[in-house]
């Protein structure tokens, strides 16, 4: 790492560099980002006009950017641009590639020669996709991201309790639904066309930067386009830097982000991981006086009771252990997370105890 890092990343965020991807992340201090997004050309092989139907034109993506000679000229071409990320990763970060069946599987091997390490990858499941008008083949409905980190032991960040709250206190699953970027955000030229053919919803990039950085990370995206990374980690107060060689895009990105407002409190684009809240233990809530020895606890539905001993105790018929061995033996379960087991009667409602819990744990705080 070069010495004097920390003035050098402040003249790289929040910033974008026209010109070569490849040439701009070498220009890094090496590891200097935390997360990279990437959505690279997907050399789509395009042979002639697509058409509908009706014979009118489809609008889609048949930019130089997206046109390569063969195979072999992409794989070149896609290896150059992720060790150029790897120079730029630091240690522990980790990095998303988005892409489709033209290309998905290239960079993922591509990925895994040079030492990164594949995590998971995510379905995006389209709900508003663009038809087959042909007819010949399926209706392409989603797209492919990678997740990976640097290395296979990078100590990466996954923000397990954020996506799990996203998702109705369900576990995040692999597969994502959401439509594609129409409506207002999609940004348009001044003939009224779509500025960019790609560009990604917000609701993507909201939460693949929620799940894997922390408010102050950078995130790099080497294809930046009309901004959509730089916008999103803007507003939940990431820093970030971005690559782009067409000098339209880079125009179209800057007004779209400077517009863009972050949130004002920190807390509120933030989720601690349970393991780093500090440990309370159940007993702490009798020697507080929060719950009272003799209080009767109860299971769910009520169909058991434990009394609440001086100790930090539980006490059931002739049993006496802890909340989570009281849980499990009334239940006759191997185990129990008792904090979310028991209640307490408050105003003839049960209130689960973990609620006490986080109320000593904010007045610690």
Not at 198 to 226: C, N, W, Y
Not at 286 to 307: D, I, P, S, W
Not at 347 to 363: C, H, N, S, T
């Amino acid at each position: 790492m070069l010495h004097g890092m920390t003035g050098q990343i402040k003249k790289f965020k929040n910033k974008i560099f026209q010109g070569d991807c490849v040439e701009n992340m070498y220009a890094l201090p090496e590891g200097s980002v935390d997360m990279v997004f990437a959505d690279p050309p997907y050399n789509l092989q395009l042979a002639g006009d697509l058409l509908r139907p009706n014979n009118s034109k489809v609008d889609a993506v048949d930019q130089d950017w997206d046109q390569f000679e063969s195979f072999e000229a992409y794989d070149s071409f896609t290896e150059a641009w992720l060790k150029a990320a790897r120079h730029a990763l630091k240690p522990d970060g980790t990095m998303w590639v988005i892409g489709s069946y033209h290309n998905i599987f290239r960079v993922g091997r591509i990925l895994q020669d040079l030492g990164f390490w594949i995590l998971n990858d995510v379905v995006w499941l389209k709900t508003n996709p663009m038809p087959n008008f042909r007819g010949r083949r399926f209706t392409n409905a989603h797209e492919t991201m990678i997740w990976c980190s640097r290395d296979q032991k990078s100590k990466y960040r996954f923000n397990y309790e954020a996506m799990k709250n996203l998702n109705d206190d369900l576990q995040m699953r692999s597969d994502w639904t959401m439509p594609l970027c129409t409506g207002k955000e999609r940004l348009k030229g001044d003939d009224g066309a779509k500025a960019h053919p790609t560009q990604k919803p917000e609701a993507l990039l909201h939460r693949v930067i929620l799940s894997s950085t922390e408010v102050g990370d950078v995130v790099m995206d080497p294809f930046f386009g009309t901004g959509t990374t730089g916008a999103v980690a803007k507003r939940l107060k990431r820093a970030w830097v971005g690559m782009e060689q067409e000098e339209d895009y880079v125009k179209l990105a800057t007004d779209r982000i400077r517009k863009v407002r972050a949130v004002d409190d920190p807390n509120l684009v933030e989720t601690p991981a349970k393991r780093a809240e500090p440990r309370i233990p159940f007993g702490w809530l009798v020697e507080r006086g929060m719950l009272e020895a003799g209080t009767t606890l109860y299971g769910q539905n009520r169909r058991h009771a434990a009394r609440v001993r001086a100790d930090g105790t539980l006490s059931t018929g002739d049993f006496r252990g802890s909340i989570h061995q009281a849980g499990a033996h009334v239940q006759k379960a191997p185990s129990c997370n008792g904090w979310q087991y028991w209640s307490v009667e408050t105003k003839g409602k049960l209130v689960p105890i973990d609620v006490l819990r986080q109320k000593l744990r904010a007045e610690l705080h």
